[in-house]
């Protein structure tokens, strides 16, 4: 930690996590937005914005099919294009996102742009 935070600095770190950030609130975007899919924690009567904005770093959702969740993780992950871990939420499987890549691009283009979860997620949504 030392030894980035003297390379990038400050404000080297303060870009590097408003890149974690928008890039994990454009994939939450794309999550809130697809019929297969629900963004955790789900806010009644909440807009999209609201949803977006309190996410971070961390994506949970599930599949709206109770049946087809338990198949979500691994179909994600089958990709070799993205990885997500298994959590519980209130008792039912889900799918947790962690953004935590130096890498990321805040942009949607590019092998590190969010644009690449929005694939895997469009694809594999469609299978559900």
Not at 5 to 16: E, F, M, Q, R
Not at 22 to 29: F, G, Q
Request: hydrophobic content about 45%; glycine content about 10%; proline content about 2%.
């Amino acid at each position: 930690m030392y030894a980035t935070l003297a390379a990038y600095g400050a404000s080297g770190y303060k870009s590097l996590i408003r890149r974690l950030i928008m890039h994990a609130r454009e994939i939450a975007r794309v999550v809130y937005r697809h019929p297969a899919y629900e963004l955790l924690p789900v806010e009644e009567g909440g807009t999209e914005e609201s949803a977006v904005n309190n996410v971070f770093m961390v994506v949970l959702f599930r599949a709206r099919d109770e049946w087809q969740n338990q198949l979500l993780r691994e179909r994600i992950n089958d990709t070799g294009k993205m990885y997500v871990s298994a959590t519980m939420w209130e008792g039912m499987p889900a799918v947790r996102c962690a953004v935590g890549n130096w890498r990321v691009a805040a942009e949607k283009k590019g092998s590190e742009g969010w644009g690449v979860v929005e694939e895997v997620l469009q694809l594999v949504g469609g299978m559900l």
